[in-house]
T-cell receptor, first 113, second 113 residues
């Protein structure tokens, strides 16, 4: 089991560019989440999904879009990157039986210049 | 209020000592209180968790104490070891049709050998 994997590990963008972060899990989990982690602020929920084809907004959704076309994948898109989106992004998943127990990926470090 | 307030921001403890990290919350809808441990360059990993109907939970050297009336909970690490040096996040989860988790800002623990 690879658990939760994230692609890419690092990325540098220029302001206005777009990109997609990919999260994949092989644990057959129903729930998936995208967080951003900034110094001194813990992790903040961007968007989440309670199942294939469903998505919902978290605490800080502005500037991001998500899609969950397949159960095992959860994509996070930045349509027009801004320096304020410089952060470390973590994906997580949790199973139907214990949905409040989350398993995190290794993170993607994104810098927007 | 959605916030979870965590203190201290950083903590230095001698090897063999007790590390104590405190958290407070406002929203009485929270029904699950996990602690996550994060090493540099890695994603957070669930360490221990408690539900509000229990006042204490112990797993090895790690203990959560929970005070429902005060809306506070804390993590105690007994016999702290250099390998415990990491960032610790408290969190609180509630069900809104998806399980939203609000994280504290984190405590950076350093255990001196």
């Amino acid at each position: 089991n690879a658990g939760v994997t994230q692609t890419p590990k690092f990325r540098v963008l220029k302001t206005g560019q777009s990109m997609t972060l990919l999260c994949a899990q092989d644990m057959n989990h129903e729930y998936m989440y995208w967080y951003r982690q900034d110094p001194g602020m813990g992790l903040r929920l961007i968007h989440y999904s309670v199942g294939e084809g469903t998505t919902a907004k978290g605490e800080v959704p502005d500037g991001y879009n998500v899609s969950r076309l397949k159960k095992q994948n959860f994509l996070l898109g930045l349509e027009s990157a801004a320096p304020s989106q410089t952060s470390v992004y973590f994906c997580a998943s949790s199973p139907l039986g214990t949905p409040d127990t989350q398993y995190f990926g290794p993170g993607t470090r994104l810098t927007v210049l | 209020q959605q916030q979870v307030k965590q203190s201290p921001q950083s903590l230095i403890v001698q090897k063999g000592g007790i590390s104590i990290i405190n958290c407070a919350y406002e929203n009485t809808a929270f029904d699950y209180f996990p602690w996550y441990q994060q090493f540099p360059g890695k994603g957070p990993a669930l360490l221990i968790a408690i539900r509000p109907d229990v006042s204490e939970k112990k797993e090895g050297r790690f203990t959560i104490s929970f005070n429902k009336s005060a809306k506070q909970f804390s993590l105690h690490i007994m016999d702290s070891q250099p390998g415990d040096s990491a960032t610790y996040f408290c969190a609180a989860t509630y069900d809104t049709g998806g399980f939203k988790t609000i994280f504290g800002a984190g405590t950076r623990l350093f255990v001196k050998a």
